[in-house]
């Protein structure tokens, strides 16, 4: 079949290797000169531990398409986990109960690591008041700037799948895909990933199935000499992610954290820092939820996570270079939106904060039921 992806961020490009790898005659169309969107903007973190129920599974059939590519291309990919340092008592009683109760599952690598195990891995940590931290060894961390170009390439060369780039699709009608130029196309299917872009094609459906754009504040270091060693994502996180929330000693540490940082929890700030090859290190972030979000940064959500990444981290000759927002589409309580607009248009969307980890499985799984 004649197959056309709207989008190339993660999910246009895992949906476009999904049909490729299918046998399908595979085009995306993009609108800028290049992915330019959330795919980009990222941590690059490929994060099993943040996902709950089955989509901790699709992480891991996801990390398999990762490790293909980096071996066929090349590409960065750091492979040593994550580390979550606890410096409260309760931080460190709910991950010594997140242990006990996922390393029983299949998958997990959790182990708890001493101060000085902790510090070994990542000397940046601040050593005051550590009392330990939680090492998950099934998180990785690409440079999702390099990675996505190479991603995009590797499709291009493996499969023969043809990117049309500074080309917005305009409408979808049928059988026929319209672009800005008056050009029309015929395809077969048509899959729609536009990200946050979604109020262009399709906007009822895409606001029938309650998304939203939710805005992230990031920040990236110039290059430091020193290793961070593995990206670190401070205990606050633990407060924000469903994962841990089966864990009965959450909801208490979640009310001390809300009570503690209240100003955190309003703009919905948890923090971690990730340290890419050419050693600058990426820090964020912030959650900010609405139907339109204003194109300002605010210096105040910058400077509480710089304050609480003080208390994780020292950061020797920290110099920040570079800020940015990033914008993600979610539906609150759900990890995607897969929709059937009619039998021959697919739209593949609101992967959240998910998307670099989720998109390869998950694309697999939907054009095998698609174009089945
Ligand atoms: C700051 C930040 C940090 C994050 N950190 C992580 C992380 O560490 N780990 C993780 O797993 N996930 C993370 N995420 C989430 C992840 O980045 C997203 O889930 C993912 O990038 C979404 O991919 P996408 O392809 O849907 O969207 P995008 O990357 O935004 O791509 C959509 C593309 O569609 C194109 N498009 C839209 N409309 C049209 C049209 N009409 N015609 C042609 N082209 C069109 C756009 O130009 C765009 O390139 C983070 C997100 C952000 C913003």
């Known amino acids: 079949m004649n197959i056309a992806v709207i989008g190339a961020g993660i999910v246009g490009l895992a949906t476009a290797r999904a049909a490729a ?3 399908h005659k595979v085009s995306v169309f993009e609108r800028s000169s290049r992915a330019l969107g959330a795919s ?3 941590f690059g973190m490929f994060w099993p531990l943040g996902q709950s129920g089955a989509n901790f599974q699709l992480a891991l059939r996801s990390a398999s398409a990762w490790k293909q590519i980096a071996s066929d291309t090349g590409l960065w990919l750091q492979q040593h986990g994550a580390l979550l340092p606890a410096y409260e008592v309760s931080e460190q009683e709910l991950m010594h109960e997140f242990i006990e109760t996922k390393s029983r599952q299949d998958g997990y690598q959790l182990q708890w690591l ?5 510090l070994a891995f990542s000397p940046m940590l601040q050593a005051n008041g550590l009392c330990g931290a939680l090492h998950s060894q099934t998180e990785m961390l690409i440079n999702p700037r390099e990675a996505i170009p190479q991603v995009q390439n590797w499709i291009a060369s493996k499969y023969q799948v043809n990117f049309h780039f500074s080309t917005p699709v305009v409408s979808v009608a049928g059988h026929q895909l319209l672009t800005a130029s008056g050009a029309t196309h015929h395809f077969d299917h048509v899959f729609v990933c536009s990200g946050a872009d979604f109020e262009w094609l399709f906007p009822e459906e895409h606001r029938a199935s309650g998304i939203q754009i939710c805005k992230l504040q990031m920040m990236r270091t110039a290059p430091v000499k020193q290793h961070l060693g593995l990206p670190v994502v401070g205990p606050l996180s633990l407060a924000f992610y469903d994962a841990f929330a089966t864990c009965k000693s959450w909801q ?3 009310q001390q954290m809300e009570a503690k940082y209240p100003a955190y929890f309003q703009h919905g700030i948890h923090v971690m820092a990730a340290q890419h090859h050419d050693g600058s290190i990426t820090i964020g972030d912030s959650h900010q939820y ?7 940064d605010e210096v105040l959500i910058r400077k509480l996570i710089l304050d609480y990444l ?3 981290l020292q950061i020797p000759d920290m110099q920040i270079a570079e800020t940015w927002q990033g914008v993600y589409a ?3 309580g759900k990890s995607a939106l897969i929709s059937s607009v009619n039998p021959i248009t697919t739209i593949v969307n609101a992967l959240g904060g998910s998307g670099m980890t989720l998109s390869f499985a998950l694309a697999e799984d939907v054009v095998a039921d698609v174009l089945a």
């Open 21 to 23: 790898m299918a046998g």
């Open 114 to 118: 001493s101060a000085a195990e902790a």
């Open 310 to 312: 003080g208390g994780l």
């Open 40 to 42: 980009v903007r990222n």
């Open 290 to 296: 609405a139907q339109e979000l204003g194109p300002f």
């Open 330 to 332: 979610k539906i609150p």
């Open 252 to 254: 208490p540490l979640r």
